[in-house]
């Protein structure tokens, strides 16, 4: 098991209630798309996954590790097996892209190894070879306030490839980037996952890109989940439900997005075997 979580309710300090009676558990190699209207929750759970955030209902159990691990030191040993990418990735504008790529491994160092390449950096090799994969070796020794956007989201995600953990939280790892450049980085984590048998929960503001990617789509809504499906089995009709609250129009990537066809074609067979 990867993760389970069992009726996991957040309500923030302000009382703001960001997730109720969610359950949700993905065994070790899975790969999940989250969507759903934005303020749905999605980040929030997200973020519980990645421990950033205890919940305040219910059971969370994360790489064998049950709720109790936010009160002990052995979260900072959990986290060293989670990798997560974020829309903004936190990193500092002074820091050089090698030093932020490298970072991806401070928790597996021992304390002096960490510290020592703060200063000078210990596997130059192993970031150089992270940055190629999302086309950003010539970005080796800049300072990260000089990227784009986008190549600041692409060096997060670096980071996260030279770290290898077990589980791979993606919270909108492309938003940033344009439609080709976006799809080939989705597959990127994909195989990257596949590769080494982890687990990879995205949420995509992009439909299309979830429902051509991934096997399992959850849809998120109002702090709940509203369905949890294999890809072929998403509908038009659901998909207009999920976001009725953004209007009639899906948000999408693509500008002929085809996947429309695929989720009619699987509203056409529900109502055929039905029928």
Sequence with gaps: MSFRLNGVGLTHA????????????????ERIALIGPSGAGKTSLLSVLGTALAPTEGLAEVLDFDQNFWLTAE???LRTHIGSIHQSPPI??????????????????PAWKSLASL???LDIAGARAALERVDLADKLFARC???????????GIARVLYQQPELILADEPVSALDPTLALATIRLLIAEAEARG??????????????GNFSRIVGVKAGHIAFDLPASEVTVPLL???????????????HEPHFLSQAA??????????C
């Design 145 to 155: 306030d000089q990227l784009s956007g986008g190549q600041l989201q692409r060096v």
């Design 198 to 211: 982890a687990t990879l929960v995205a949420s995509l503001h992009a439909v299309d890109l979830a429902i």
């Design 265 to 274: 074609a699987n509203e056409a067979a529900t109502r055929a075997a039905c």
């Design 92 to 109: 500092p504008g002074r820091q050089r892209v090698v030093t932020a790529v490298l970072a991806g491994k401070l928790g597996q160092w």
């Design 240 to 254: 207009h439900d999920l976001y009725a609250s953004e209007g009639d129009e899906l948000p999408v990537q693509a």
């Design 14 to 29: 302000n009382g703001f209630v960001a997730l109720k009676g969610v359950m949700l558990q993905a065994e070790k190699g």
């Design 75 to 77: 979260v900072k040993k």
């Design 119 to 121: 200063v000078y950096p």
